[in-house]
């Protein structure tokens, strides 16, 4: 008798073609993915030269005169003009409004994360009638457009006697910061261990001591990166202090200061001040982004990690 061949079960019972079937389809799959890769690095590239070059600009622009920035703006300066730097700074006290806003950032900040940390974490790991209601009371911040309250914002803040203070612009700063700081940190909070909760609490810890030395050094990394976006939010801030500090112009901070040399470039001309108070305005903030950026980095994948 002839022998005869059996097939494997897994074989006899796979329809013709369906391997080849699959791997085309996995093949399809696969350009697809690459299509799509392709197309988020265009984008991001596009979106590069479009932050990038406008910053350039500036930077070459304050070392330039008035006649260089008009007739050669996209080629170097013929010499480093330092000078337009220390006008800018004393002629247009940008140097006075640079503190201010070191002064008013650094405090806002603070009670942000002072206020934001300890709401954000009653919120996330207590449970009390309420806590949705409230949770969802800051959230709801987020959908609110700053320029829609400006009006009732100066009478309340002018019948509490804080308007053209230093005050009244922190504590606006803070109020307005909350509803990012909560939503961001009561998410990152949830992520932490209780075993590690009930441990402090079981050595004695009180909910204050638990707080601050245990859970809060645990949320680091999370503190940082909401802090950095605070920090760069609210230093360029204008709506806010051109509203609440429009009658005092010593405590204006920096975006008043660059909005007014702005108006007055166009009697005066001094454009190369213009571009080097700008340049002042904007190092801080991406000297601080350069540091931390892992940081950044850090806080906002740890939390999807945990």
Known sequence: MAAQTTL????????PGRPAARTR????????????????????????????????????????????IFSSPWTLPAELRWENFGRAWTKAHVGRYFLNSVFVVSCSTFGTMLFGSMAAYVLARYKFRGNRAI??????????????????LFF????????????????????YSLPFTIFFLAAFFRTLPNSVAEAGMIDGCSHTRLFFQ?????????LISVAIFNIIGQWAQYQLPLVLLSNAKDKWVLTQGIADISVNAGYEADWSGLFAALTIAI??????YAIFQRQIQSGLTSGAVK
């Open 135 to 152: 949770y969802y009371l800051f959230v709801s911040g987020l959908a609110f457009p700053v320029f829609l309250a400006l009006v009732p």
């Open 8 to 15: 494997p079960p897994a074989a006899a019972d796979t329809p």
């Open 25 to 68: 389809r996995g093949r399809g799959e696969h350009h697809e993915v690459r299509l799509f890769s392709g197309l988020g690095q265009v984008a991001l590239a596009v979106w590069a030269v479009i932050v990038i070059v406008p910053i350039l600009w500036t930077f070459l622009a304050a070392f330039k005169n008035t006649g260089e």
């Open 283 to 288: 190092l801080p903030m991406i000297i601080v």
């Open 214 to 222: 245990v859970m809060l050094p645990m949320a680091k990394p999370g």
């Open 156 to 175: 309340v803040v002018r019948n509490l006697g804080l308007l053209d203070t230093h005050t009244g612009v922190i504590l606006v700063y803070i109020a």
